[in-house]
């Protein structure tokens, strides 16, 4: 495969498991039998728990988890009693407890997912590692650099993950590719807007306290893709931040990222604008568009637009269709087959602190008004 003359110059300096992403990629969506392993043996699913019933989880992620033969969905908890035997009779999880604790102290349940409230990542993490479990967290997997950390001693005993969906779609894993082959020439800029309108006092993602906010909410979703498609870390960032006055949340968030050897990622993320995401990847002979970059429909088709740059008018466009797909799944599956030691863990402890290390220097930049290093 050609390599562009950015990557030759400056090289890729994420870890090696980024590029080469062992995982089903592109096919059609069903739920396939495990694969078999070196001794011919059929994968045996992973039996998985889960912490708390946030709508996340309900509507998105477990539907996506259970069209899967690699995950098994044996239980669920919440604080309340009700509510877990609700949330498990809805989706046919046969177990339901009325405390984290009890979950945690199930000795069949392998691995857990866990897409608690921001505050609550690190701390539920924690004790579901001291439980022997390994961990699918929800992002953004902690407040800060320092606080991931704490996470580093449990990931050497367990398997640790945040959750960014996105990195296993095909959309995103195509668009790479693409790039890597010099189909737009030297990748420069990472564009990024992503929005929603939420106005809600009582919602999670409105209380500044404990992890609200636009950029630790959806921001991480543009920074995930700087990283991602420019397979470096950046050097240094600068935010222009607009809080509401009654939250304290930041719901206009503006960033400027700069990897270094001319390329940047900026972005715009917002909780009080028209719901809206598209991601623009900008090279020098090229150009490629990602429609729905982070919610992209489960279970559907999905389209990368290819600008030549041959015309303004957008003549020079085509459009690649990609077969149905949910990225939910394929992450479960990914997670699972790592536990089960069919692959690599692809994303670690040491991946998602140095995203957290990107948010920390914006939040940095938030008060000191310049550029910060990362």
Same mark, same amino acid.
């Given at each position: 495969?050609? #390599?562009s ?5 400056c090289?890729?300096d994420?870890?090696? *498991?980024?590029?080469?992403l062992?995982v089903r990629?592109i096919?059609?969506? =069903? %739920?396939?039998?495990?694969?078999t ?7 045996k699913?992973v039996r998985w ?9 309900l509507?998105?992620v477990?539907?996506a988890m259970?069209?899967?033969a690699y995950?098994?969905?044996?239980a669920?908890?919440? #604080?309340?009693?009700?509510s877990?035997?609700?949330?498990a009779?809805?989706?046919g999880?046969?177990k ?5 604790e ?5 000795p069949?349940?392998?691995a857990i997912? +866990?897409?608690l409230?921001?505050h609550l990542?690190?701390p539920?993490t924690?004790?579901a590692? *001291?439980?022997?479990k390994?961990?699918? !967290?929800e992002k953004?997997?902690?407040? +800060?650099?320092?606080q991931? #950390? ?8 367990v398997?640790i ?7 296993? /779609?095909?959309?995103w894993?195509?668009? =790479?590719?693409?790039?890597?082959? %010099?189909?737009i ?8 807007l992503? !929005?929603?309108?939420?106005s809600?006092?009582?919602?999670i993602?409105?209380?500044a306290?404990?992890?609200?906010g ?8 543009p ?9 470096a ?6 935010a222009?931040?607009?809080r509401?006055?009654?939250f304290?949340t930041?719901r206009l968030t503006?960033a400027?990222?700069?990897f270094? !050897? %001319?390329? /940047? ?12 995401q598209?991601? /623009?990847? !900008?090279g020098t002979?090229g #150009?490629?568009?990602?429609q729905?970059p982070? +919610?992209?429909p489960?279970?559907a088709k999905?389209a990368l637009f290819?600008?030549?740059g041959s015309s303004?008018s957008?003549?020079g466009? =085509?459009?690649?269709t990609?077969?149905e ?7 479960g599956e990914a997670?699972s =087959? ?8 692809p994303y670690?402890?040491?991946n998602?602190?140095?995203g957290?290390?990107?948010?920390d *220097?914006?939040?940095r930049?938030?008060a000191?008004g310049r550029?910060e290093?990362?």
């Open positions: 495969m050609p #390599r003359d950015a990557q030759s110059a090289g890729r994420l870890p090696a *498991a980024m590029p080469g062992p990629g096919g059609p969506l =069903r %739920g396939t039998l495990p694969e392993s070196q001794s011919g043996e059929m994968m699913p728990g889960v912490l708390s019933t946030a709508k996340i989880g509507q998105r477990l539907p259970q069209k899967s995950c098994d969905i044996r669920i908890a919440s #604080r309340s009693a009700d877990a035997r609700r949330a009779g809805a989706l999880i046969p339901a407890y009325g405390s984290y009890e979950l945690l102290a199930d069949e349940i392998e997912y +866990n897409p409230p921001n990542h690190v539920l924690l004790q590692a *001291a439980a022997g390994h961990v699918l !967290c953004p997997i902690a407040l +800060n650099a320092q991931a #950390r704490q996470l580093q001693a449990a990931s050497g005993k398997l993950m945040e959750a960014f969906m996105v990195r296993f /779609h095909p959309q894993l195509r668009a =790479r590719e693409l790039v890597r082959g %010099g189909g020439g030297t990748l420069r800029a990472v564009q990024f992503f !929005c929603y309108s939420n809600d006092p009582a919602n993602r409105n209380q306290d404990i992890g609200g636009a950029l630790y909410d959806i921001g991480c979703y920074i995930t893709a700087g990283r991602f498609f420019f397979e870390e950046p050097r240094r960032g600068i222009l931040i607009d509401d006055p009654d304290r930041d503006s400027l990222v700069d270094g !050897c %001319g390329r /940047h990622l900026d972005f715009t993320v917002s909780t009080q604008c028209t719901p809206y598209r991601v /623009h990847l !900008c002979t #150009r490629i568009e990602i729905i982070v +919610n992209a489960q279970g999905t290819i600008d030549d303004p957008g003549a466009i =085509r459009t690649e990609l077969p797909s949910d990225q939910y799944m394929l992450q997670f =087959r790592a536990v089960r030691g069919e692959i690599s863990l670690g402890i040491e998602a602190i140095q957290m290390g990107v948010i *220097a914006l939040l930049s938030e000191s550029w290093e990362i």
